[in-house]
């Protein structure tokens, strides 16, 4: 009988030393391995390979949140790429042309050399036209994605120590974001931009006593000159893209020192990262992810229209385009000039003060930012928490913070709103003072009814939560005992559901951890002088706080018989472990939090 030996497997059935392999099949993961002379030669004299084998191992958790911030930076990119196309063939030039191109109803018409290359881009360059909505819509997304990062980076506490110089970059990011933007829809000079670049204009013009200086040193004269849009040009294509990569790749790079962060979820900890590595499962996910973002991005960018300047026609001081919007991201300012009172301006000293103008503008879009990147000290210095935070928190386990956020976000919707309160007027047929009147009002009371109505959703859920850990999921399903009683069935939580409901920290207020104001001795503590408005801002985030479920409950939950559990001796008290009715071992996760021992880990 004749056994069948594989190709290549002879050697495990003989004694004969087997053949070496060719040196174009050497075994690159041996300690023998030969590598290409180019790169032994570049490692020698740069030293990359310690720090790319570093980095290559670097460890991503997976969870769809994340991939918010990779649609920004994937959005970036795009922008990059489709802009430097883009500066061939634009003329950032304010120089008078007649225009004698492709566009049949604007043929005669005198013009800006800016505009005029815009339309040779649109209608005569190979693909101009795609390229354009490429960049504009790519510049859209990469805003969308910051938005919705700093969403979800806010909502789940990632911004906590120590990542708050993490969070003011990209606060930075996002304000140099907008304005990259303002500069970027500025720049074809067609009646549509030049409206916002008057808007612009009277901005600047409504500063106290500076306006006017301010106004001629930007446009180079009085308005409109003949310097803004090169100035614009060089701000957009150079200055502000320099420094947003600059800024992107130290938020990357923060990103690996920190570590990332992760979901709470068995075996995952502080200490820890759960995930994949960047080769070969992570930056496999991550490169089809970037042709995911830019094929849908060219599908827009193919199928719907954005910024027609041929339909506006170029800009003229003298007209106005009807139903002018800016792009959503400055929503919430035009909203609230158009919502501030006239009565604003007046005159004292001599001086024309508008604060109707300048109160929406020059001061609340600083503002914004401003109070953004405070955010991370301002919680910390009220929670007292100097903790380290590698783990997210559910946003309803921090229901005073996802309540400010959601009072935030109903701001900017009612700003928004207002910023076309003319079109609405138009077509509901209401009147334009009533929707003003409507808009001031629920400025001031929706943000109050929503705080208060999400922190109460919040700690709803909590208490739900509770539930489900100490009685389990409901079944539908009604019994009847011997006795005659009918109560409904519970199917118990698996231990990697019950994770994620308990673990999560308790806090206590800082009123209750102080102590008295005077110690044992009769000596007055000292106080800061803000310790006052600290006690009461801390009890303000935490006195409606729902506890964690103790592994204490848990067993008396157990039992069915939560006093008599509770009372009787040998039951584990906090942070023990304990022993349920199934014979599974709970333990605590150090914050007071009951889980159960994972089968299995990742």
């Given at each position: 009988?004749?056994?069948?030996?594989?190709?290549?497997?002879?050697?495990?059935?003989?004694?004969?030393?087997?053949?070496?392999?060719?040196?174009?099949?050497?075994?690159?993961?041996?300690?023998?391995?030969?590598?290409?002379?180019?790169?032994?030669?570049?490692?020698?004299?740069?030293?990359?390979?310690?720090g790319?084998?570093?980095?290559?191992?670097?460890?991503f958790?997976?969870?769809?949140?994340?991939?918010?911030?990779?649609?920004?930076?994937?959005?970036?990119i795009?922008?990059?790429i489709?802009?430097?196309f883009?500066?061939?063939?634009?003329?950032?030039?304010?120089?008078h042309?007649?225009?004698?191109?492709?566009?049949?109803?604007?043929?005669?018409?005198?013009?800006?050399?800016?505009?005029?290359s815009?339309?040779?881009?649109?209608?005569?360059?190979?693909g101009?036209?795609?390229?354009?909505?490429?960049?504009?819509?790519?510049?859209?997304?990469?805003?969308?994605?910051?938005?919705?990062?700093?969403?979800?980076?806010?909502f789940?506490?990632?911004?906590?120590?120590?990542?708050?110089?993490?969070w003011?970059?990209?606060?930075?990011?996002?304000?140099?974001?907008?304005?990259?933007?303002?500069?970027?829809?500025?720049?074809?000079?067609?009646?549509?931009?030049?409206?916002?670049?008057?808007?612009?204009?009277?901005?600047?013009?409504?500063?106290?006593?500076?306006?006017?200086?301010?106004?001629?040193?930007?446009?180079?004269?009085?308005?409109?000159?003949?310097?803004?849009?090169?100035?614009?040009?060089?701000?957009?294509v150079?200055?502000?893209?320099?420094?947003?990569?600059?800024?992107?790749?130290?938020?990357?790079?923060?990103?690996?020192?920190?570590?990332?962060?992760?979901?709470?979820?068995?075996?995952?900890?502080?200490?820890?990262?759960?995930?994949?590595?960047?080769?070969?499962?992570?930056?496999?996910?991550?490169?089809?992810?970037?042709?995911v973002?830019?094929?849908?991005?060219?599908?827009?960018?193919?199928?719907?229209?954005?910024?027609?300047?041929?339909?506006?026609?170029?800009?003229?001081?003298?007209?106005?385009?009807?139903?002018?919007?800016?792009?959503?991201?400055?929503?919430?300012s035009?909203?609230?000039?158009?919502?501030?009172?006239?009565?604003?301006e007046?005159?004292?000293?001599?001086?024309?003060w508008?604060?109707?103008?300048?109160?929406g503008?020059?001061?609340?879009?600083?503002?914004?930012?401003?109070?953004?990147?405070?955010?991370?000290?301002?919680?910390?210095?009220?929670?007292?928490?100097?903790?380290?935070?590698?783990?997210?928190?559910?946003?309803?386990?921090?229901?005073?913070?996802?309540a400010?956020?959601?009072?935030?976000?109903?701001?900017?919707?009612?700003?928004?709103?207002?910023?076309?309160?003319?079109?609405?007027?138009?077509?509901?047929?209401?009147?334009i003072?009533?929707?003003?009147?409507?808009?001031?009002?629920?400025?001031?009371?929706?943000?109050?009814?929503?705080?208060?109505?999400?922190?109460?959703?919040c700690?709803?859920?909590?208490?739900?939560?509770?539930?489900?850990?100490?009685?389990?999921?409901?079944?539908g399903?009604?019994?009847?005992?011997?006795?005659?009683r009918?109560f409904e069935?519970?199917?118990?939580?698996?231990?990697?559901?019950?994770?994620?409901?308990?673990?999560?920290d308790?806090?206590?207020?800082?009123?209750?951890?102080?102590?008295?104001d005077?110690?044992?001795?009769?000596?007055?503590?000292?106080?800061?002088?803000?310790a006052?408005?600290?006690?009461?801002?801390?009890?303000?985030?935490?006195k409606?706080?729902?506890?964690?479920?103790?592994?204490?409950?848990?067993?008396?939950?157990?039992?069915?018989?939560?006093?008599?559990?509770?009372?009787a001796?040998?039951?584990?008290?906090?942070?023990a472990?304990?022993?349920?009715?199934?014979?599974?071992?709970?333990?605590?996760?150090g914050?007071?939090?009951?889980?159960?021992?994972p089968?299995h880990?990742?």
């Amino acid at each position: 009988m004749t056994t069948h030996v594989p190709q290549g497997a002879d050697h495990l059935r003989t004694d004969e030393t087997p053949p070496k392999r060719p040196a174009s099949q050497t075994d690159q993961s041996s300690p023998d391995a030969k590598f290409p002379g180019a790169l032994v030669w570049a490692d020698e004299r740069v030293g990359a390979a310690k720090g790319l084998r570093f980095a290559l191992k670097k460890v991503f958790p997976d969870h769809w949140s994340f991939l918010l911030g990779e649609i920004a930076m994937y959005s970036m990119i795009i922008a990059l790429i489709t802009g430097t196309f883009l500066t061939l063939w634009y003329v950032p030039s304010m120089g008078h042309v007649v225009y004698d191109g492709d566009y049949v109803p604007l043929k005669g018409v005198g013009m800006s050399e800016a505009y005029a290359s815009t339309l040779d881009i649109s209608f005569e360059v190979k693909g101009g036209l795609l390229i354009r909505q490429l960049h504009h819509w790519s510049a859209l997304f990469f805003i969308v994605g910051i938005a919705l990062h700093a969403a979800r980076v806010f909502f789940t506490g990632a911004f906590r120590k120590p990542r708050e110089i993490n969070w003011l970059i990209g606060v930075v990011l996002s304000l140099l974001a907008i304005i990259e933007g303002f500069a970027g829809y500025s720049l074809p000079d067609d009646l549509l931009s030049g409206t916002g670049i008057r808007a612009m204009n009277g901005f600047m013009m409504s500063a106290p006593v500076i306006g006017t200086w301010m106004t001629f040193f930007v446009f180079g004269g009085e308005f409109p000159g003949e310097a803004i849009i090169p100035r614009l040009y060089i701000a957009h294509v150079l200055l502000i893209p320099a420094i947003l990569v600059g800024l992107f790749v130290l938020h990357l790079a923060l990103v690996v020192v920190h570590k990332h962060t992760q979901y709470p979820g068995p075996g995952r900890t502080n200490d820890n990262v759960v995930g994949f590595p960047i080769m070969p499962v992570y930056a496999a996910k991550a490169g089809g992810f970037f042709f995911v973002v830019f094929g849908i991005t060219a599908l827009v960018s193919a199928l719907v229209q954005i910024n027609g300047v041929w339909v506006y026609g170029p800009y003229d001081p003298t007209q106005v385009t009807a139903g002018s919007q800016p792009d959503f991201y400055m929503w919430f300012s035009d909203g609230a000039l158009r919502l501030l009172p006239g009565w604003l301006e007046f005159t004292l000293f001599g001086t024309v003060w508008s604060f109707n103008i300048f109160l929406g503008s020059l001061v609340l879009l600083p503002l914004v930012w401003v109070v953004l990147g405070a955010y991370p000290f301002l919680e910390a210095w009220v929670t007292g928490d100097k903790r380290e935070h590698h783990i997210l928190q559910r946003p309803r386990n921090a229901p005073t913070r996802t309540a400010i956020g959601t009072a935030a976000i109903s701001m900017y919707l009612v700003l928004a709103l207002a910023c076309v309160n003319d079109i609405l007027a138009i077509k509901l047929g209401l009147s334009i003072n009533d929707l003003t009147i409507l808009f001031r009002t629920m400025f001031f009371v929706l943000p109050v009814l929503v705080f208060f109505v999400t922190k109460r959703l919040c700690l709803s859920l909590q208490r739900h939560d509770r539930e489900r850990v100490l009685h389990g999921n409901e079944t539908g399903r009604i019994v009847r005992t011997p006795e005659g009683r009918f109560f409904e069935a519970h199917e118990p939580l698996d231990e990697f559901e019950r994770w994620a409901l308990v673990d999560y920290d308790t806090p206590t207020p800082l009123g209750l951890t102080q102590g008295p104001d005077i110690d044992s001795r009769g000596v007055a503590r000292r106080r800061s002088p803000l310790a006052g408005a600290q006690a009461a801002l801390s009890s303000f985030f935490y006195k409606d706080a729902v506890t964690a479920v103790t592994p204490a409950e848990l067993a008396a939950a157990h039992h069915h018989g939560e006093h008599d559990a509770l009372e009787a001796p040998g039951v584990p008290q906090l942070g023990a472990p304990v022993n349920d009715s199934t014979g599974d071992d709970d333990f605590s996760d150090g914050h007071g939090s009951a889980v159960q021992a994972p089968t299995h880990h990742r």
